[in-house]
């Protein structure tokens, strides 16, 4: 659902969706193997199977930081537990944190 509405803000857009946080691992860990640029705008959900958002991006960041320096990264979820958004802080890569469901006033905000 939210590549359609990424795709209302940006019909040009390239999106690159996973279900499974060890497969989205796996595409980053190939990005920067191969040299290539990171995605632009990268959204995790914070509730996830198999790791959650947070220890996803406690692998990520493991990965030179400066190769996130033209990422914007938001942690995505329907939590409303506030613990979750201070955590969210505490990323060096972390842009922001945006509650589910993206919108696309939320998305033209961000561009």
């Known amino acids: 659902m939210h590549s359609e509405v990424i795709k209302q803000v940006d019909d040009s857009a390239d999106i690159i969706s996973y279900s499974s946080s060890i497969e989205a691992l796996q ?3 190939e990005l920067v193997q191969d040299n290539l640029q990171l995605p632009n705008f990268i959204f995790i959900d ?3 199977p198999e790791m959650n958002g947070f220890e996803l991006v406690d692998e990520f960041i ?3 930081l400066e190769l996130f ?3 914007k990264i938001f942690f995505v979820t329907s ?3 506030q ?3 201070y955590k969210s802080r505490d990323y060096p890569i972390s842009t922001s944190f945006i ?3 993206i ?3 939320q998305l033209q905000q961000i561009q």
């Open 46 to 48: 914070i509730r996830m």
């Open 103 to 105: 919108s696309v006033e």
């Open 79 to 81: 939590s409303l537990d």
């Open 69 to 71: 320096e033209h990422s």
């Open 99 to 101: 509650d589910k469901i």
């Open 27 to 29: 595409y980053m860990k």
């Open 83 to 85: 613990r979750d958004q």
């Open 62 to 64: 493991k990965f030179p």
